[in-house]
């Protein structure tokens, strides 16, 4: 990067420095700013950040990679409203965790690490005082599971799947078994017990449904495809 504009921001022992490489310096000190609280309300919320450091580096597409974000300022600069640059932010620094410490096949259960991404990040907004009501009808057409290998996915539906109908439906099973703060404390447990352990679908909902003490599958049998009826597939 050619002369960046780095803002530096200390969040207890986490040092966090925002790389703005076009003149909209003021949008980077805002990035700064929501950066700092996303970080505060993850390790609150979720566990301890692995890092001392955490770069946010604004002249890409959004990635993640351990203590290192991308997000795209000067590319697609029409389509990127401050807003969305900002959200696009907060989801690659909740991957810090779900990704980044909690490990999964982003090729077979990429919904695990993209859905519960973007689940951490309306309940950041969330806590935030922002409505994130969740509607159900936009993935009424979305009729596949979340978790089937990509390649079973219409490039131009896949997201809709891995990011949108996953959490949406997660969303759901919170809403009926205790909102928001069960989800906060459900991903603490995930996050206490899976960090540096890779999971997987199956291992997932058995741990959700051991956590909201559920018996049967009802909850899931919309949207992800179970071990059981695997056979129904082939
Ligand atoms: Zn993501």
């Known amino acids: 990067m050619k002369e960046p504009n780095v803002i530096q921001k200390k969040t207890g022992d986490i040092t966090i420095r925002v790389f703005g490489v076009d003149e909209n310096k003021e949008l980077h000190k805002e990035i700064s700013e929501i950066a700092n609280e996303a970080m505060n309300y993850f390790q609150d919320t979720i566990g301890p950040y692995p890092h001392k450091q955490l770069d946010i580096i604004l002249d890409e597409l959004g990635m993640e990679y351990p203590g290192v974000v991308t997000a795209g300022s000067i590319y697609n600069r029409l389509q990127k409203s401050p807003e969305h640059l900002k959200r696009t932010v907060v989801h690659e620094i909740a991957h810090q965790w ?124 919309d949207w992800i495809l179970l071990e059981n009826n695997n056979e129904n597939l082939n």
């Open 98 to 221: 779900f990704y980044g410490v909690i490990s999964n096949d982003p090729y077979h259960d990429a919904w695990l690490d993209e859905g519960i991404t973007t689940f951490a990040t309306l309940l950041f907004y969330a806590n935030q005082g922002n409505d994130t009501s969740f509607d159900e009808e936009l993935f009424r057409e979305f009729t596949l599971p979340v978790n089937l290998p990509l390649d079973k996915y219409s490039s131009n539906e896949q997201s809709g799947y891995i990011y949108g109908k996953s959490s949406e439906m997660l969303w759901g099973v919170f809403q009926e078994n205790g909102g928001e703060l069960k989800a906060e404390d459900f991903l603490k447990n995930y996050y206490d017990h899976y960090q540096y352990k890779e999971v997987n679908t199956q291992e997932f909902v058995r741990f959700l449904k051991y956590y909201l003490n559920l018996k049967d599958d009802d909850y899931f049998k």
